[in-house]
Nanobody, 129 residues
Framework: QVQLVESGGGLVQAGGSLRLSCAASGRTFSGYAVAWFRQAPGKEREFVAAISWSGGRTSYADSVKGRFTIFRDTAKNTVSLQMISLKPEDTAVYYC??????????????????????WGQGTQVTVAS
C-alpha cells in the first residue's frame, strides 16, 4: 500500500500563492487516483481536486476552479497542488489521499467521494487577510 507524505503548507497573505506536494513512499502512484481534501476548523472535510495518475484526468471543486491546479510528476512520483489568488477562506488543513478504485474516474462525482483508502497526515495552510 502506498504511503503519503505532504509538504508545502504555511502562512501566506491573501492573494498569495503556495504549492503543496504529496509524495508516495512504499510504491508508486501507478494505478491510483490522487486527491486533495481540506478541513477548516469546525467544518467537514471537503474535496478540493483530484487527478488520475495514468490518464491525468482532473477534477476540481467549484470553489477553487481557476485558482488551483493539480498536476503529477511521474519522474518524482509526486502529485502537487498549485494554489494562487489564495483567500482567507482557503485556510484549512490540506490532506492528500489516494485510492485505486478511482483510478479510472473522469468526473467530479466519481473523484469527490470521501472514502479514499490512503491518507496523509495533513499540512496546514493559513491565509491571512
Amino acid at each position: 500500500q502506498v504511503q503519503l507524505v505532504e509538504s508545502g503548507g504555511g502562512l501566506v497573505q491573501a492573494g498569495g500563492s503556495l504549492r503543496l506536494s504529496c509524495a508516495a513512499s512504499g510504491r508508486t502512484f501507478s494505478g491510483y487516483a490522487v486527491a486533495w481534501f481540506r478541513q477548516a476548523p469546525g467544518k467537514e472535510r471537503e474535496f478540493v481536486a483530484a487527478i488520475s495518475w495514468s490518464g491525468g484526468r482532473t477534477s476540481y471543486a467549484d470553489s477553487v476552479k481557476g485558482r488551483f491546479t493539480i498536476f503529477r510528476d511521474t519522474a518524482k512520483n509526486t502529485v502537487s497542488l498549485q494554489m494562487i489568488s489564495l483567500k482567507p477562506e482557503d485556510t484549512a488543513v490540506y490532506y492528500c489521499a489516494a485510492d485505486r478504485s478511482r483510478a479510472s474516474c473522469s468526473n467530479y462525482g466519481c473523484f469527490a467521494g470521501p472514502a479514499y483508502a490512503v491518507w496523509g497526515q495533513g499540512t496546514q495552510v493559513t491565509v491571512a487577510s
